[in-house]
């Protein structure tokens, strides 16, 4: 569909913001928003030039309102700075602070045509030759992606990631044991700083695109900086971007693997300890990222069921940590001891039980395309009614947990949190950590029993 110069509209917008790369007579499609994209808004659109060729490309654009054009700057700068060194990311054709029906914030770029859906790289079979190498090709892009100039990109951030995630975490005024271990033992155990390079911030499963012959593009810039290179490699090994499957490298590869990648691309290759030490980082920083993205909905501040639904899988990500570190004690599975109820069967946790396998495997599957974003809130709503179902069965565990804090002079875990954050108490104290793990498994037995790993895996 053609559109005028004078329409205000999201295609009128595109058309003049594209005049110089393909000239002014040119008419575009009507815009399509794409799924994906947590802060930002993503549309595909057609263009149609003078001699009849067509391409179809990417805008990008803050919501309108709620634009951080720094921000956007920023990440055009890193998507050139990244294409110069040879990263397969998208060609940026147009950018800027705004522009009319855009009214936001925004990038235009060529559209890369691949695969980023975590499972389908992990286990559909046209992926099963370029998985057994793609550890290795995450590691040599991540390796030309570390060899960017930065001269032009001094407006990104530089600070301590360490010092920037604590201060996220400490506004949160949320104190939780794991935490607190996990910060003092980065702390004491940090490896010295290697030259700060182009950061992506972000690079997982999900953010590369994925084609027959490798790596096509890489996505999503905007939490590029400039930093330590091997904090990306320590992201990648993260096991929330494992995505269920065991291969300790996005759930496809092995550590050696990526590193060799790495190291044909980079010219070094780092120590076991330091990328531990870095993976043992991305873990803490996504269990605070978690409870940042719930606290969005506790406080009210924004309604949705997804950020509700995060809340209960932080203890996935102290779970992680504990385990990361050596610090897990291996409790026994907590007995089932429900008192028995007045109340005729079936019992609560049966009537949850039935209903959620209903809505998954009688509702969900008869829902089609057009209803994807359908499809994925009915997802949560079966998870949480199984978290439902399952804190029922169990009971409740706080006495437990009340008696190993009472043990420790410690009211509340919140408690205990700060006298390891002051070293009043070691998190290394043996008494400590069965109370933190107690707690830990407690919660995950609840929220995602599957998260716990048999003694094989670990």
Known sequence: MAVTHAASSLGDGIRVALSDAFGDEITVGEPRQLTGGASRQIWAIDVRGVDGQSQEVVLRRDPPGHGDADRMRAEVACLRAASAVGVPVPTVLASGDTAPGIDAPYLVMDMIVGESIPRKLQRDSEFDEVRTNLAGAMGYVLGQIHRADTGTLGMLDAGDPLDAIEAVYRDLEQPRPAVEVGLRWLRENRPARRPNALVHGDFRLGNVLVGGGGIRGVLDWELAHLGDPIEDLGWLC???WRFGAEPPVAGIGTREQLLDGYERAAGIRPSEAELHWWEAYGTLRWLVLSQFQSQRHLSGAENSIELAAIGRRVCESEYDLLLIL??????ESLPDDTAPSVHDRPSMSEILELVTGTLRDDIAPVL?????????????CVNLLGIAGRELSAGDRTGEVTEL???????????????????????????VRQLISTAVLARLRVANPRHVLRPSQT
């Open 405 to 431: 804090l009472a043990a420790l002079d410690c009211t509340s875990e919140a408690d205990l949190a700060d006298r390891i954050s002051t070293g009043a108490v070691s998190y290394a104290d043996t008494s």
């Open 326 to 331: 050596g610090l897990l004690d291996n409790i």
């Open 238 to 240: 993260v096991r929330a």
């Open 368 to 380: 089609d395309g057009a209803h994807e974003r359908e499809r994925y809130l009915l997802r949560i």
